[in-house]
């Protein structure tokens, strides 16, 4: 079983940054993609960021340039660095896991979730 636990998350002003950490742990052979979604109220769960083991990083057209998406792949752990955030990006922030629990299988995790707020 694989638990990924998030950290980071809180209230910020507009043009603030935050940054959040995800890291992955248990029963785990390779961690392949992993990757950050946002779910505000009434709204589905959005992809916000991924990236895949050998650093390749795609982005929502909403965050290009503002948010950065990076891995260590050595902790089993995800960042997202929000900078000059907006209130539109208040949502619960989700961080997801491709991974191998043994070399024959392939399953993915979600973490929890952390709120982060932008409002004045």
């Known amino acids: 079983q694989v638990q990924l636990v998030e950290s980071g998350g809180g209230l910020v002003q507009p043009g603030g940054s935050l940054r959040l950490s995800c890291a992955a742990s248990g029963s785990i052979f390779s961690i392949y993609t992993m990757g950050w979604y946002r779910q505000a109220p009434g709204n589905q769960r959005d992809l916000v960021a991924t990236?895949?083991?050998?650093?390749?990083?795609n982005y929502a057209n909403s965050v290009k340039g503002r948010f950065i998406i990076s891995r260590d792949n050595a902790k089993n752990t995800v960042y997202l660095q929000m900078n000059s955030l907006k209130p539109e990006d208040t949502a619960v922030y989700y961080c997801k896991a491709d991974f191998a629990p043994t070399r024959w299988s392939r399953d993915n995790a979600w973490g929890q979730g952390t709120q982060v707020t932008v409002s004045s």
């Open positions: 990236i895949t083991s050998g650093g390749f990083t």
